[in-house]
Structures are given as structure tokens and as C-alpha cells.
């Protein structure tokens, strides 16, 4: 799947979804609301990653995927999903590696953009996190998939989650029975200093074992201003 156009109209899932009131231009809206009083147990430099400044338009985070590994499973299950495009099939070593962020144009939540470049593919996808109806957070995955996400907070760490996956379409969500979830999905941001951080990726079957692992360290750069 291409990437999506640069606003969120459009995009998986932008219809029949709960509406706010008012739109947020800070990314920090949406953990606050998700985390509630666990915000002010994130540590500083988390939420500041997470913070724009006056007139900044998305926060862009840049570095290396030290390791992008697949089992051999777990290629083909990325294979057979191309067309969602969440998952690349490669196995690679020093993957430059982009992640934007920025507000949805009403209420809160994320358009999301990771890129990856392969030695011989660029692999990049989108997908759009907002809170749903029960205050939980939904994230929306091209070609239908969208999966349900738990926050935690620990010691220099916010940890994302999965809650199941759905399959979802105007507005609607069909929850997907366990043998077909692509794994349990854990995503960590270590935070190592005031301007970097680490990310560890991985997606465990229940039945297949391990499917998935990525790690690498990043830093923001100077978000987009309008």
C-alpha cells in the first residue's frame, strides 16, 4: 500500500470514529488523556519527546534500526499481509529509519508514518491512533487491520501494548479471533538521555514463538513548522 495522503482524510478508519469536541494540536493530548494521572509518571524526557513547540506541525524522530529480524514464518505472514503494509519481510542490519507523528486535523490522535530503508526497498507505511469510544486507544492499519493498545508505564519507559486485533470498515470493528492475531505485539521507548532513545519491537505468536524483533536508537529532530 502507498503512503497516504499527508492529511487524514481518507485514511483507514477516518470514518464513524468517536469525534471530540475540540482538536489538539500537541501529541502530548492524546497519552494524557490515554494515561490519565499515570502521565506525570512518564518520564520527562518521554513527554517532552511527545510535546510541540509553538508552531510546530509534527515531530519527526530519525536514526538506525540496528536489527530488523523475521523468522522465516513470520516472512511469509508479512508476505501474505503486503497489501496492510505493518510488517516488513526483510532481515537487515543498520536500517536508516524515520518516524513522523503528527495530530489528527479533529479531536485527538496520531497519523503515524514509519519508514525503513532497505538496501533495496524503501518500506513505508501509516497508520492513525485515536482514542476510542471507551477511552481506549485504536490504531488503524491500511487494507482493514487495526488493533486495540495498552500503555505502560515503568522506569524510563512507555511500553505499547496490543489488546487484539480487529478488522474494521466505516465505522465498524470485527474483533479477530486469537489464532488469527499476527502475535502479541509489545513496542518499548527506553529513554536514554535528553535526546535520544531506543525502541524495541516484537510480535510473539501464541502457538509459532517469536515472529518479529526490531531494535534501534533514534533522536527527534526539529519538527515541521507551518
Same mark, same amino acid.
Given at each position: 500500500?502507498?503512503?497516504?495522503?499527508?492529511?487524514?482524510?481518507?485514511?483507514?478508519?477516518?470514518?464513524?470514529?468517536?469525534?471530540?469536541?475540540?482538536?489538539?494540536?500537541?501529541?502530548?493530548?492524546?497519552?494524557?488523556?490515554?494515561?490519565?494521572?499515570?502521565?506525570?509518571?512518564?518520564?520527562?524526557?518521554? =513527554?517532552?519527546?511527545?510535546?510541540?513547540?509553538?508552531?510546530?506541525? =509534527?515531530?519527526?524522530?530519525?536514526?538506525?534500526?540496528?536489527?530488523?529480524?523475521?523468522?522465516?514464518?513470520?516472512?511469509?505472514?508479512?508476505?501474505? #499481509?503486503?497489501?496492510?503494509? *505493518?510488517?516488513?519481510?526483510?532481515?537487515?542490519?543498520?536500517?536508516?529509519?524515520?518516524?513522523?507523528?503528527?495530530?489528527?486535523?479533529?479531536?485527538?490522535? $496520531?497519523?503515524?508514518?514509519?519508514?525503513?530503508?532497505?538496501?533495496?526497498?524503501?518500506?513505508?507505511?501509516?497508520?492513525?491512533? #485515536?482514542?476510542?469510544?471507551?477511552?481506549?486507544?485504536?490504531?488503524? @492499519?491500511?487494507?482493514?487491520?487495526?488493533?486495540?493498545?495498552?500503555?505502560?508505564?515503568?522506569?524510563?519507559?512507555?511500553? @505499547?501494548?496490543? =489488546?487484539?486485533?480487529?478488522?474494521? $470498515?466505516?465505522?465498524?470493528?470485527?474483533?479477530?479471533?486469537?489464532?488469527? $492475531?499476527?502475535?502479541?505485539?509489545?513496542?518499548?521507548?527506553?529513554?536514554?538521555?535528553?535526546?535520544?532513545?531506543? *525502541?524495541?519491537?516484537?510480535?510473539?505468536?501464541? $502457538?509459532?514463538?517469536?515472529?518479529?524483533?526490531?531494535?534501534?536508537?533514534?533522536?527527534?529532530?526539529?519538527?515541521?513548522?507551518?
Amino acid at each position: 500500500m502507498s503512503a497516504a495522503p499527508a492529511g487524514d482524510r481518507g485514511l483507514a478508519g477516518s470514518r464513524g470514529e468517536t469525534r471530540f469536541p475540540e482538536a489538539s494540536a500537541d501529541l502530548a493530548a492524546l497519552l494524557r488523556a490515554a494515561l490519565g494521572a499515570r502521565w506525570k509518571l512518564l518520564h520527562p524526557h518521554i =513527554q517532552a519527546r511527545f510535546t510541540l513547540g509553538d508552531g510546530e506541525t =509534527q515531530a519527526e524522530y530519525v536514526g538506525n534500526m540496528h536489527q530488523v529480524r523475521c523468522t522465516r514464518l513470520g516472512g511469509l505472514f508479512a508476505r501474505l #499481509i503486503r497489501y496492510a503494509r *505493518v510488517l516488513p519481510h526483510h532481515n537487515a542490519d543498520e536500517v536508516p529509519f524515520r518516524f513522523d507523528v503528527q495530530p489528527v486535523r479533529n479531536g485527538l490522535g $496520531w497519523i503515524k508514518t514509519r519508514t525503513y530503508h532497505f538496501i533495496d526497498e524503501v518500506f513505508s507505511f501509516r497508520s492513525r491512533m #485515536i482514542l476510542g469510544e471507551k477511552g481506549e486507544l485504536l490504531e488503524h @492499519f491500511g487494507g482493514g487491520l487495526g488493533m486495540r493498545v495498552r500503555l505502560e508505564v515503568l522506569p524510563n519507559r512507555l511500553v @505499547f501494548v496490543d =489488546q487484539g486485533f480487529f478488522l474494521h $470498515w466505516r465505522g465498524l470493528r470485527l474483533p479477530l479471533p486469537r489464532p488469527f $492475531w499476527p502475535g502479541r505485539f509489545v513496542l518499548v521507548h527506553r529513554d536514554l538521555d535528553a535526546a535520544h532513545f531506543e *525502541v524495541t519491537i516484537d510480535v510473539v505468536h501464541p $502457538w509459532f514463538g517469536p515472529l518479529f524483533h526490531q531494535d534501534g536508537t533514534f533522536e527527534r529532530m526539529e519538527a515541521a513548522r507551518g
